[in-house]
């Protein structure tokens, strides 16, 4: 099965032992990015995953692509334009201070692509699913144009679109957000997203929720999921529920709702403690519930998979899920003893 993503892949500084910037004389140097951290989950569990993006035509570009090419991922198609690279940097937050991040991502090679840079009727050719989030329209008004003209590609080649709404506050505006992102929910097949992004991105309230309480109100996300179902015609809608107790302990699971059998599902639940590295965990979710479905799994066993995945992904440094599929099938089976293998 071909999956291919697209959006950003970034330099990613983050200070190292919990530090804060002020404090750190050197950083931690990863790759990662939404949806190329997608890429890699599914390259993971062996499935021909393709990344398609824009990087500057120096050495740092070709470290980015080198980190993808690493893990599976193709890079065939990657455009090779503009001025530089995107770059966050990371402070990791323990405990009840939370992380913090900055970006230096103005003019990167992403945000001033164009469709002319990328040959999409090639990119499409025999996939099966595209995935994309709601980060890259954010970078610029020309991704924004250039995301849509990719999906307009993937729907004329039949291929299944997911998006994770993913909304961030540095990038756009809710106002901005909505206007965008309503009228890319046209091409969408699966939506992920959780009550904050369901909120600020597309315009839905999901009643009592509030993960900063310790509290889920199950009642509220079906009847979002209905209502995006409803106005959008996703097949699935699908939210990642965390439990924020501090920076350092979660509580972990996802819900989905089937259209087509108008079923609602809970997961079963992990609590995270301590986490390791937060980052990219949304994106390790979306990864291996697409996994799932590309399995052939039902809903709800692709929903689990992509739980168990995202869980055992805060237990591991940098953007990407570096876990094996035979790791998340056993915690997804009920193994969560961290016993040593031997």
């Known amino acids: 099965m071909k999956i291919v993503t697209m959006g950003e892949i970034m330099l990613r500084l983050s200070t190292p032992n919990n530090e804060k910037f002020i404090q ?7 790759y990662g990015g939404g949806e190329a951290n997608v890429a890699v989950s599914c390259a993971n569990y062996g499935h021909d995953a393709e990344f398609v993006t824009a990087v500057p035509d120096n050495e740092i570009g070709e470290c980015a692509i080198a980190a993808l090419k690493k893990y599976g991922v193709q890079t065939n198609h990657i455009a090779k334009c503009g001025e530089r690279l995107g770059i966050y940097f990371l402070e990791t937050g323990s405990s009840m201070r939370p992380s913090k991040v900055v970006y230096d991502r103005a003019h990167s090679s992403i945000s001033t692509a164009t469709a002319k840079d990328f040959d999409f009727d090639a990119i499409f050719k025999g996939a099966n699913w595209f995935h994309f989030t709601g980060i890259t329209p954010a970078i610029s008004d ?5 995301t849509e003209e990719a999906l307009k590609a993937a729907k004329k080649h039949g291929v299944t679109v997911s998006v994770d709404l993913n909304f961030r506050k540095k990038l756009w505006s809710s106002e901005k957000a909505q206007r965008v992102m309503t009228n890319l929910m046209q091409y969408v097949d699966v939506c992920i997203g959780n009550e904050e992004d369901a909120e600020l991105v597309l315009g839905f309230k999901p009643g009592k929720t509030d993960v900063t309480s310790g509290e889920l109100e199950l009642a509220g996300y079906k009847s979002i999921f209905e209502q995006m179902v409803e106005r959008f015609n996703f097949k699935y809608a699908v939210s990642s529920l965390r439990v924020s107790r501090s920076a350092s302990d ?15 599902y809970h997961s ?19 990864g291996g519930v697409i996994c799932g479905f590309m399995d052939g799994k039902d ?12 869980a055992l992904k805060h237990t591991i440094p940098g953007d990407f899920n570096l876990v094996t599929r035979k790791e998340v099938e056993a915690l997804a089976g009920g193994d969560g003893s961290g016993r040593v293998q031997r």
């Open 24 to 30: 750190a004389d050197e950083f931690d140097v990863n």
């Open 299 to 310: 809903f709800k066993s692709a929903l689990e998979y992509g739980v168990a995945a995202s």
């Open 268 to 286: 079963k639940s992990y609590d995270i403690h301590p986490i390791v590295d937060r980052v990219g965990g949304g994106d390790s979710f979306a």
């Open 250 to 264: 979660n509580g972990w699971s996802a819900c989905i709702y089937c259209a087509e059998t108008k079923e609602f």
């Open 142 to 146: 020309s991704a924004a144009t250039l």
